[in-house]
């Protein structure tokens, strides 16, 4: 089992910046991807990144250039810089780990982004 825990959210300003954490706990050794996803009300969860144990991350095109993932593997951490914000930005964001073969979601944070 892992547990995981998000913080850093809130409410910013257009163009503002914000950095989100998620300290994972419980059987880490066995996680391999980490990664950040975010749900807009009345929308599906989306992917926003991930990185996987090596470092390697992958993004979604519209955070390209202003979103940075990355990723402490010795405090179980993996974070979501995200700079220039805008009100499409707005969402609940989730933290995610998978292991194998299962996977485990936070419980979400709040990101309000205003114009």
């Known amino acids: 089992q892992v547990q995981l825990l998000e913080s850093g959210g809130g409410l910013v300003q257009a163009g503002g910046s914000l950095r989100l954490s998620c300290a994972a706990s419980?059987?880490?050794?066995?996680?391999?991807?980490m990664g950040w996803y975010r749900q807009a009300p009345g929308k599906q969860r989306d992917l926003v990144a991930t990185?996987?144990?090596?470092?390697?991350?992958n993004y979604v095109d519209s955070v390209k250039g202003r979103f940075t993932i990355s990723r402490d593997n010795a405090k179980n951490t993996v974070y979501l810089q995200m700079n220039s914000l805008k009100p499409e930005d707005t969402s609940v964001y989730y933290c995610?780990?998978?292991?194998?073969?299962?996977?485990?979601w936070g419980k979400g944070i709040l990101v309000t982004v205003s114009s």
């Open positions: 995610n780990a998978r292991t194998m073969p299962f996977e485990y």
């Open positions: 419980g059987s880490t050794g066995s996680i391999n991807v």
């Open positions: 990185i996987t144990r090596n470092g390697l991350s």
